[in-house]
């Protein structure tokens, strides 16, 4: 319905059909859209746009709606733009030739480099006017930018950027600069430095995107042949939408898809398929096994040993039937004196991880039965002790080199643990039950000691048996167990979902709060006595999915060795910069800032006795009533996880989650008289 409000006033007049979508257009929409926080307003004024995208120039779909995510291309493509807040201020300054001191001024006062842009832009006189930036030209030059690399790859970017900001702003529509009464307005100078930084700042979530999409096109669908929709359509298309895109996340394929059969039909031109990776599913944490029997009661489930190495998802198309595979042809790799087809590595948020582990390629097809021709495996690859036959801890795995590393050179050796099968000989089996998959897993690949294994489990609902299984796990190296439905409807498989139809049980946190978290480094505090040279504490944030910001949860200073300060160091003094970013939600008393700030790009393991409410952080703020975030008592430093990004670190959802819990539990203690 919202979107049918909000597409009265066309944003943007002057875009006639088949004209490419003006960047000033797009820049207009994100404008509205951040004056306002209502989900339903801002879905509207994205729907509305894109069906005016569809109406007047479909081809630039998919350019736009990567534009509004803020994404050049599906994540397994690994394009990234690598630009820091240096270059940027480098670029802002040389575009509009301002000395890079005052830009720094202005960015020291603003605190928001897009602001900062645009008002750089406001103050230029131009000589002459050059083409306005368009949609599809901006998105272009974004991923040329991104693809350039090696030597003076840097000057080659700052001039790069330089390009898109001198077109930038030169329509009328792009005027309004305003930075303290209408936060800059329409700047697409703005918009193109928020891009760049990687936050546009909007609160526009990818899932917003896809049920403004989703609206679009069938609004769009409807109104040619004379009809609104109901609502029951609009929710249907959003739910068809969002499945097809759990399954199969690549607007390159879908959009495409979209524009030439709808939205209805997707699921049958839409599968899950070899070459486009899949975001895993999750699991819930769990506090005690009874916790386990309490959630799964009266159902079969299976208790799996929970390795503790790296996600993988191993995709495979054998030579005879690559051609039913096109997406397959593209993005996994052919390396015929590796292995016979097409294969590929993936990480748990699409990164592929081929030239990781050359030798796990190299090895595939002695694990393939002749019978197996395609399929997606989920699994885990772990550190591997050939010589005593057993499984090492998760920092050894994390030594080994992330790029172009020779099989000869290997010094850490895995071994895979598959867990599950979600496309096996042609077809999709995220429907069926786990029990089935598991089956054609077993019936798929061949064993190999130290190199390929299938995860170990016991099905069992005996309290006694499951605390064998947790003990058994751990001897074995692992972190505990993972307990998943088997039968029921409830058991098939959830991309991109922390189910509760998975729990996991961890050994260490049977007596905390639930689970470690994963929290991401936000800035650092000079040590103190052997300290003073290095960073001594830290100031860590946990995501909130929501305002896409990062927010303040704790100060840490306990877990770390001199060794790893030192490493510290070094690696967070290459990310330092001018002060918070304006997507970091933080204490604003003086005494509570950190000494420097920094890129969220470092993720963190960290233990915690416990949460606790606090002024002084951000952590789930809203959703604790304004006043205090949650923080953690006694926080100590556990592991780095290279293998996360910061948008994968510990919700603030899951903060306040594991905190509520934590005080029904105590609440519980009290009523029986147990300690307070
Ligand atoms: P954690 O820090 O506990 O690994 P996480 O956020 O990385 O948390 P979780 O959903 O909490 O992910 O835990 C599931 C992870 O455990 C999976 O991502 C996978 O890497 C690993 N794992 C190990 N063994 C299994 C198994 N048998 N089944 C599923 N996942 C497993």
Redesign the pocket.
């Known amino acids: 319905q919202a979107t049918i409000e909000a597409s009265g006033k066309d944003p943007y007049p002057d875009w006639k059909a088949g004209d490419p979508v003006p960047y000033a257009a797009l820049c207009t929409t994100f404008s509205l859209i951040e004056l306002t926080t209502k989900r339903l307003q801002i879905i509207a004024y994205c729907s509305s746009f894109l069906q005016q995208v569809l109406r007047l120039t479909p081809r630039d779909l998919l350019p736009t709606v990567q534009l509004m995510l803020n994404k050049l291309a599906a994540d397994y493509a690994g394009i990234e733009l690598g630009i820091g807040e240096s270059l940027i201020m480098k670029a802002i300054g040389e575009s509009s030739g301002r000395s890079l001191s005052v830009i720094k001024a202005d960015h020291h006062k603003i605190g928001d480099l897009g602001l900062v842009a645009a008002k750089s832009k406001s103050k230029q006189a131009q000589m002459f006017k050059p083409k306005p930036l368009t949609v599809h030209g901006v998105h272009q030059g974004l991923l040329e930018i991104a693809k350039m690399e090696g030597h003076g790859s840097q000057d080659q970017k700052v001039r790069a950027i330089n390009r898109l900001m001198a077109s930038a702003d030169v329509s009328s529509a792009s005027k309004t600069v305003d930075i303290t009464k209408d936060k800059g307005g329409p700047s697409e100078a703005k918009f193109l430095v928020r891009f760049l930084e990687g936050k546009l700042r909007l609160g526009l979530a990818e899932k917003t995107v896809i049920v403004a999409l989703a609206q679009a096109v069938v609004t769009y669908e409807a109104a040619k042949k004379g009809k609104i929709p109901s609502t029951d359509q609009l929710a249907n298309g959003e739910a068809v939408l969002k499945q097809v895109y759990s399954e199969l996340p690549s607007y390159e394929v879908i959009i495409p898809a979209m524009l030439e059969h709808g939205v209805f039909n997707l699921h049958e031109t839409c599968k899950l398929q070899p070459g486009v990776p899949l975001k895993?599913m999750?699991?819930k944490?769990t506090k005690s096994i009874t916790e386990v029997l309490d959630r799964f009661e009266g159902k079969d489930f299976t208790c799996?040993?929970?390795?503790d190495g790296?996600?993988a998802q191993i995709h495979y198309v054998a030579p005879d039937v690559k051609s039913e595979f096109p997406a397959a042809e593209n993005t996994l790799a052919k390396d015929p004196k590796r292995f016979n087809g097409l294969a590929a590595i993936f990480s748990?948020n699409s990164e592929d991880l081929s030239k990781k582990y050359p030798d796990i390629l190299e090895k595939l097809n002695t694990w393939i039965k002749p019978s197996t021709k395609s399929f997606v495996l989920d699994c885990?690859t772990v550190a591997w002790d050939p010589q005593n036959k057993k499984v090492l801890p998760f920092q050894q795995l994390m030594t080994r080199k992330r790029k172009d590393v020779k099989t000869s050179e290997v010094t850490v050796k895995v071994c895979v643990?598959a867990?599950d099968l979600l496309f096996y000989n042609g077809e999709p089996l995220v429907k069926k039950s786990f029990r089935e998959r598991r089956e054609l897993l077993h019936n798929a690949f061949t064993l190999a000691e130290g190199e390929f294994s299938f995860?170990q489990y016991g099905d069992t609902r005996d309290v006694e048996e499951i605390q064998h299984l947790l003990d058994e796990s751990v001897k074995a190296s692992c972190?505990g167990l993972?307990v998943k439905m088997l039968d029921t409807e409830d058991s098939g498989y959830e991309p991109s979902k922390?189910s509760r139809n998975?729990l996991?049980v961890?050994k260490d946190y049977l007596a905390g709060v639930g689970?470690?978290l994963?929290l991401v480094v936000l800035g650092a505090y000079y040590g103190k006595g052997k300290r003073t040279s290095w960073y001594g504490a830290f100031l860590l944030g946990a995501y909130n999915e929501d305002t896409q910001t990062f927010e303040t949860v704790c100060n840490i200073g306990t877990g770390f060795s001199e060794a790893i300060l030192e490493e510290f160091y070094k690696d967070l003094s290459e990310i330092v910069i001018d002060g918070a970013k304006p997507f970091y939600s933080h204490s604003t008393v003086k005494n509570d800032q950190p000494d420097v700030w920094f890129e969220a790009r470092h993720v963190w393991?960290v233990k915690t006795a416990g949460l606790t409410l606090s002024p002084r952080y951000r952590a789930a703020i809203d959703e604790m009533g304004g006043k205090n975030g949650i923080s953690l008592r006694f926080p100590r430093f556990i592991q780095k996880r290279d293998d996360k990004k910061p948008e994968e670190a510990t919700t603030t959802k899951a903060i306040a989650e594991m905190y509520r819990k934590q005080e029904v539990v105590a609440q519980e203690t009290r009523g029986k008289g147990g300690v307070d």
């Open positions: 895993p999750l699991a944490p799996e040993y929970k390795y790296e996600r748990r885990e643990f867990f995860a972190e993972m922390r998975w996991k961890k689970d470690s994963d393991e």
